[in-house]
């Protein structure tokens, strides 16, 4: 039972965590952003301190693994070929400065830039090119690492890149599989024992793809103007929680 449950989590809060992975990865496949943050903020509410950021990291990555696999030939690979390189210098990087970051600092950032570009004016071609890709990667990769919220800023500027709704999807998918990969070495190296949550992590990644499975379904049956529209607004709605939070 130790392997199915940590020892932290009731069977009853397990059960409704479930729920929850299976809700949140149908939002993220169907609107594009969103699940993440909000399965993050629901898991704070039970999960210690000190397991939250590992565990969601590790949920994601088997989540948006299988939103990847299911849209993979959907995937802008000239992005992620510009997106990897960044997620590796950003989890060195952290890695090597894995210390505690003031949250409200990068929670008002990330609120700032995903507010710009689900509202703003769009970004000049050079910010999208390799080199700006590369860069947003970085940032992002590292920041993951403390705070594990940077869903919405990455959605939002693929959104800029993207203007089909499956490689908006696709694309979001790998690169986030992408992002949340180092971090099963980076906190295993740390000390942060993840065959204590396996059982918990292996449930609540199947419990993501089924809702996945639904989420790109409900993808088939709007256009690439309303799911354009329901992206921004749930960028618009991370954002202002994320500023709450900050200000709290």
Known sequence: MDFLLPVELAPATAAFLLLCS???????ASLGAGGGVLLLVLMAMWVP???IIPVHGMIQLGSNGGRALLTWRSVNWRVIAAFAPGVLAGALLGSWLLVELPAAVWQLTIAAFALYLSWGPALPAAVLGGRGIFLVSLATS???LFVGATG?????FIRQLCSDRFATIA??????TLQHAPKALVFGVAGFVFRDWLGFILAMIAAGFAGTCVGVHLLSKISNQQFS???KWILTILVVRLVWLALD
């Open 142 to 144: 590292f920041i993951s």
């Open 22 to 28: 299976a809700l949140t990865s149908m939002i993220t």
């Open 49 to 51: 301190p000190l397991a």
């Open 229 to 231: 529209n329901a992206l």
């Open 171 to 176: 694309t979001f998918a790998t690169a986030m």
């Open 152 to 156: 919405p800023l990455v959605a939002g």
